[in-house]
């Protein structure tokens, strides 16, 4: 902690009120109201006297008052600066004052500080007489970080059924702990504190307020035509396709059912919108947690739980808002409630070739999705090349693809809480010139006459060897 030392100076009173023969002394320090990290604070010592002064000690007390640091010292032995003081025997009272400034103070600065200041018994010098005053230090320090999260994602969407969604809020470096509550589009939101947890297992809430509907929001997302799904293969018969796709990657769709041109992946969006409405307002419940740090500072949890609509809730604004002695103006973060839209397919090799490894990978979205979606993809109409039903992930990765996938069908669904969507995808596998038509496995690899004459070599070897 660094400390700037000021001069002692005397100043003359009248005040003759107290008066002993060995002399006396007051010390007191000036209050001072919680200061800011980061802000310049000036401690001041006044004591008075009509002795001659001996020395000026300062304090920072720590461990619970077990140490005491030394941060400054006046020792007027030494000192040529107070002549004036020699004649101590002329009955005068003077007010001193002694400050230390602190140019930047930090959070770690807070504590009680002591003032310790000592003067010559009048009547002699062998003796000192001692007295000492404290202050605290309140050192505040506003929030550093605030962010907000869903809990328990990704998660699926629930279609028939209503569920219950956490916001989390974290606000992390106040000091001391930040006020922080939630508002929905703007205006606050009146929420049932809480101090223990929900249990994950409760099911939808019931709200016993008066009702106030809150159907004036835009539901242009609940009168969207849904898209026409992808017919699987089995029900058509012949070759995956698709009906009036509503929106493709291809220039030109006719181009793309030809074997011979380079591929690139069609895609079908579909929307899914969940068979429940509640048009009334739903019941928030607010819990906060309080978690110590190290330094000082406390890093607060707020969790706002409701029960989500997605016709009401999607496209909602929420807002954490912080307010802090040190913040002249009340800290926030936002989130939208989006259901995913619009997805972006990406293959790798652009041009897939038999033997290859394909990887169709979703890189984002028409609209900012929150909270994170999760991805299952799927074969339409078959088992995936290894021989399970879907994957969970972000990217599908078909190892050394053969050539019978070509034309196959691949479905991803992206889904959060607020909704789901459907993307499909065709992959379109071109020769290899250097794997012989007919000569790959189901697997991608080679076989054939080659194969089997390596194989006949090998067993040769082994019976010569044991032989």
Not at 174 to 194: H, N, Q
Not at 246 to 252: E, G, I, M
Not at 308 to 335: R, T, W
Not at 387 to 401: C, I, N, T, Y
Request: glycine residues 6%; charged residues 20%.
């Amino acid at each position: 902690m660094a400390s700037v030392p000021f001069p002692v100076v005397p100043l003359r009173i009248a005040d003759k009120s107290v008066q002993l023969c060995r002399g006396y002394l007051t010390v007191n320090i000036e209050p001072l109201p919680p200061v800011v990290a980061g802000d310049a604070v000036t401690l001041k010592c006044n004591f008075k006297t009509d002795g001659r002064m001996r020395e000026i000690v300062w304090y920072r007390v720590t461990d619970g008052g077990t140490i005491k640091q030394k941060i400054f010292t006046f020792d007027a032995m030494f000192s040529t600066n107070y002549s004036y003081m020699e004649n101590y025997r002329k009955r005068e009272d003077l007010v001193y004052q002694s400050t230390v400034r602190l140019p930047e103070v930090r959070i770690s600065d807070n504590g009680p500080y002591e003032c310790h200041v000592g003067i010559y018994d009048r009547a002699t010098r062998e003796k000192v007489v001692l007295a000492s005053g404290n202050i605290f230090l309140n050192v505040m320090a506003p929030p550093t970080s605030i962010e907000v999260m869903a809990a328990d994602m990704p998660a699926p969407f629930s279609r028939y059924q209503a569920q219950n969604f956490t916001l989390v809020c974290i606000v992390s470096g106040g000091k001391p702990a930040p006020m922080v509550y939630f508002k929905r589009d703007g205006e606050p939101i009146d929420a049932v504190p809480l101090t223990e947890p929900l249990e994950a297992s409760s099911g939808p809430f019931q709200d016993s307020r008066p009702f106030r509907s809150l159907l004036h929001r835009d539901l242009d997302d609940t009168k969207m035509q849904r898209s026409l799904s992808l017919l699987d293969a089995e029900n058509r018969g012949g070759r995956p396709y698709t009906e009036r796709p509503a929106r493709s990657l291809t220039p030109d769709p006719g181009v793309l059912l030809q074997p011979t041109t380079e591929n690139v992946p069609e895609t079908v969006v579909s929307r899914e919108f969940p068979r429940w409405v509640h048009s009334a307002e739903p019941i928030y419940f607010l819990r906060h947690s309080h978690t110590p740090g190290s330094d000082g500072t406390v890093e607060v949890r707020a969790l706002l739980t409701w029960t989500l609509n997605p016709q009401i809730d999607n496209e909602a604004l929420f807002s954490c808002e912080v307010k802090h002695p040190a913040l002249s103006m009340p800290m926030q973060a936002e989130v939208t409630l989006v259901a995913p839209k619009g997805p972006k397919i990406m293959m790798t090799p652009s041009r897939a070739r038999v033997g290859d490894t394909v990887r169709i990978l979703v890189h984002g979205f028409q609209n900012e999705v929150f909270p994170e979606p999760m991805f299952t993809w799927t074969r339409v109409g078959s088992r995936l090349l290894d021989g399970s039903a879907e994957f969970d992930g972000k990217e599908l990765v078909l190892e050394r693809v053969p050539a019978e996938l070509n034309g196959s069908m691949y479905r991803c669904t992206a889904q959060n809480p607020l909704g789901s969507t459907d993307t499909h995808t065709r992959l379109i596998v071109f020769e290899n010139p250097n794997i012989p038509r007919g000569t790959e496995d189901s697997n991608g690899s080679a076989s054939g006459p080659a194969g089997v004459r390596l194989t006949l070599v090998l067993a040769l070897t082994v019976v010569l060897e044991l032989t």
